[in-house]
């Protein structure tokens, strides 16, 4: 081995080493597993949004060729329990909805799983799905969350009450601010739900040993140790849950849940003593549950130079009929982040979560982030529209001073590090935002270009407690390097992040290393990938567990003793470091057709020490893009009888690569003082910032034509848009 040269590798943009991997078709995925005798799982879902389950016949199907099982609720019910959510703080001591891994005598959202099929093959599975024969009873849907909150009858009548959850947060005078102010402003802001249109839709292979009562378990989720601790809680026999997870085609968060397929098909395993697969349909996909879902009503009082002097914030979350294990994550996120980056003295926010006749929602990308940044983000543009201030202006005169820091914010935020002016002005002059304004002087008629601005924060690591992770060193005799760690990639290019930092911490060339993840069998416990925690947590203990094997081999002289070196670390990182962000956006609205065209994008990120500058593009480039959809394009919407309308990839607009301009991108590194990388986590942060200053940029341009913004919710469709901005057509051209 080596010696020590000394750092090298960190900071370079290499070419992601699991790229010639995956580019060549050599990914190995949940649906590429086969096994012998492997039987294959297809689910009959809910056709309806509220109905009483009369009963499931089941007759025809069984009688199917290949069929080898069909299992419905009644046959789990008193067996197999339901899916228990990860208490939070504001979940008190009301019951919460579980999910039923399957319905029993009522469904309560339209795709909610009601019986398996398991038969030889995929094909047979999915013709005998469809000779089912559920008998449903309609019942009137609850759909407002509203109405919900207020006095619709309870959803679950064994809960008594539609309000699930309740989280708040705040301090300061607020009743003072508001009587201080020189401008109130109040609005309304809608932020839709969410699919999370992964390329990987989610998947599970169960294949049981009965003799050992061994559970091996692939599955295309973001937590194998969460996955391991359920299944071997929630099913009958006392099984050992081992959880593999190979690659994982796209997380997003919404794959860090326990899912009631996963339970149906391993109980399905374990009781026919065979191997188990099935993998979700896209059309199944976006009927299983959702990100978002949040209204906000704001209040903010303002001082005549743009300071804000307090902030009322109440909002409701729509949960959906169910909770799933990570529900209630981004309803405390979203109280505490409204803050943002400003130096607000002030606040009182409250968020209610309840329930409705539609999928469950949880965490999708931000998980509470950019619900949050959307009120305050906009109502900043709204103040200072009516105190003739510039937007990038009233954010700079309410930034947090750089030497103010670490500054606890008045929902209770602790900000470790940050410089947020300096970033703000490479974005704007990236934009060349003076230019675009003076563009904007001289426009007229109907078509008006828009520029939208957004800075914000975003924490990594998670909550206090579980911000751990372990990792291990194994050094081959010669000179191999192989890393064991809990965080798994989606996408993220951990495999080369992660070399990079052994390369430099035992002096070896990054192809000698090796990272291996996602087996509960590899280390005891495991966070996975959840809230920005793949360096920020999961790089610190693997880079804890490097320094530890150099100091072995230094004391060694240098050598690698004949057996190998093996060397393994926990570490948690003692407090959140915050990311922060400044987007620009520039859009060109047509009032007559409600055309909203992104013709520019500029933004400056500052994630800390970056690892590799490459990687971290292609995360703001992804994460952008994801962005931008949620404001123009992206959206859950129902009928009025809860019916989805957007199902698939023709009704739900995910945003393409030719509908996006060339990003400028650049990076602020302010290292955090909370852990040894002084990383700050950077894939959410870019989903943050881009809905909203886009949403502020369409806002923008047709308020500079005399158009009213209120009611201008994502998604910012043609019709929406244009309905808005009628008032152009009165316009002199």
């Known amino acids: 081995m080596a010696s020590y040269r000394g750092p090298s590798y960190r900071g370079q943009g290499m070419p992601r080493i699991e790229d010639d991997r995956l580019l060549r078709g050599a990914g190995r995925f949940v649906d590429d597993i086969q096994l012998d005798g492997m039987l294959h799982a297809a689910v009959l879902r809910s056709a309806e949004p509220h109905a009483l389950l009369r009963g499931v016949d089941a007759a025809d199907a069984l009688a199917g060729p290949g069929v080898a099982a069909v299992y419905t609720g009644a046959d789990l019910d008193g067996v197999v329990p339901d899916i228990g959510a990860i208490r939070r703080e504001g979940m008190g001591g009301t019951p919460i909805p579980e999910h039923p891994a399957l319905a029993r005598d009522r469904v309560c959202y339209v795709g909610q799983p009601v019986a398996v099929v398991i038969a030889a093959t995929r094909a047979q599975a999915y013709d005998a799905r469809d000779r089912i024969a559920p008998r449903y009873e309609p019942l009137p849907p609850l759909l407002d969350p509203r109405e919900s909150a207020s006095d619709a009858a309870p959803l679950h009548p064994h809960i008594g009450t539609n309000v699930v959850m309740r989280t708040a947060a705040g301090a300061g ?10 401008l109130i402003v109040e609005a309304t802001y809608e932020i839709p739900r969410l699919a999370a249109m992964a390329m990987e839709c989610r998947g599970i292979v169960a294949a049981p040993d009965r003799e050992r009562r061994r559970l091996t378990v692939w599955t295309s989720t973001q937590v194998p140790h969460r996955v391991k601790t359920y299944l071997a809680v929630l099913l009958p026999g006392g099984w050992d849950v081992r959880v ?11 794959k860090i849940e326990v899912w009631p397929e996963e339970v149906a098909v391993a109980y399905a395993a374990t009781q026919l003593g065979a191997p188990v697969k099935w993998t979700e349909q896209r059309s199944e996909s976006a009927l299983a549950s959702h990100g978002r879902g949040f209204t906000a009503d704001a209040q903010a009082a303002f001082r005549s130079d743009g300071r804000v002097l307090g902030v009322r914030i109440r909002m409701l979350a729509d949960m959906g009929a169910y909770f799933l294990t990570s529900s209630g994550g981004p309803l405390g996120n979203a109280v505490q982040r409204v803050a943002g980056p400003y130096a607000i003295p002030a606040m009182e926010v409250e968020c209610l979560g309840v329930t409705t006749n539609r999928p469950p929602t949880g965490p999708y990308r931000g998980a509470g982030g950019p619900e949050a940044a959307v009120p305050i983000e906009r109502i900043l543009d709204e103040g200072a529209r009516r105190l003739g201030v510039d937007p990038a202006e009233i954010r700079r005169r309410n930034f947090i001073p750089p030497d103010a820091f670490p500054y606890e914010t008045a929902t209770g935020l602790k900000y470790d590090s940050g410089d947020f002016a300096p970033a703000l002005d490479r974005a704007l002059e990236m934009a060349d935002y003076a230019e675009l304004r003076e563009r904007q002087a001289h426009e007229r008629g109907p078509v008006r270009t828009g520029v939208g601005v957004a800075t914000v924060i975003k924490a990594s690591g998670g909550k206090a407690g579980v911000r751990k992770s372990a990792a291990r060193v194994e050094i081959t005799p010669d000179g191999r390097v192989i890393l064991f760690t809990d965080v798994s990639p989606h996408g993220q290019g951990t495999a080369t992040s992660f070399a990079q930092i052994a390369a430099d911490a035992l002096g070896v060339a990054p192809e000698a290393v090796e990272t291996r993840h996602g087996d509960t069998d590899a280390l005891a416990t495991g966070g996975g990938t959840t809230s920005s925690r793949g360096l920020a947590v999961g790089g610190n203990a693997v880079y804890t567990a490097l320094l530890q094997a150099r100091e072995r081999l230094d004391a060694a002289g240098g050598a690698v003793p004949p057996d190998g070196l093996i060397v393994e670390a926990e570490y948690e990182l003692p407090a959140n470091p ?87 991108l650049d990076n602020q590194q302010t290292p955090s003082p909370t852990n040894p990388l002084g990383i700050k ?8 910032a881009a809905p909203v200053a886009v949403a502020n940029a369409v806002a923008d341009a047709l308020s500079r034509a005399g158009a009213p913004v209120t009611g201008l919710d994502m998604p910012l469709l043609g019709e929406r848009v244009w309905r808005a901005g009628r008032g152009f057509a009165m316009l002199p051209s």
């Open 173 to 182: 005078g607020v009743a003072e601010a508001f009587e201080a102010a020189d």
């Open 244 to 254: 593999v997870t190979p690659d994982v085609g796209g997380g997003f968060g919404r």
């Open 578 to 664: 915050f990311a922060f962000a400044a987007h620009v956006a520039v859009v060109e609205v047509d009032a007559e057709t409600g055309d909203a065209r992104l013709t520019g994008y500029a933004a400056v990120h500052d994630c800390g020490p970056m690892i590799n500058p490459v990687i971290v593009r292609g995360q703001i480039q992804g994460g952008v893009a994801q962005g931008v959809g949620q404001a123009l394009s992206e959206g859950m919407r129902y009928t009025a009888d809860g019916h989805p309308l957007t199902g698939g990839f023709m009704t739900y607009g995910v945003p393409i690569a030719e509908s996006l301009p060339p990003f400028a």
């Open 681 to 688: 986590g950077i894939g959410e942060l870019p989903t943050v």
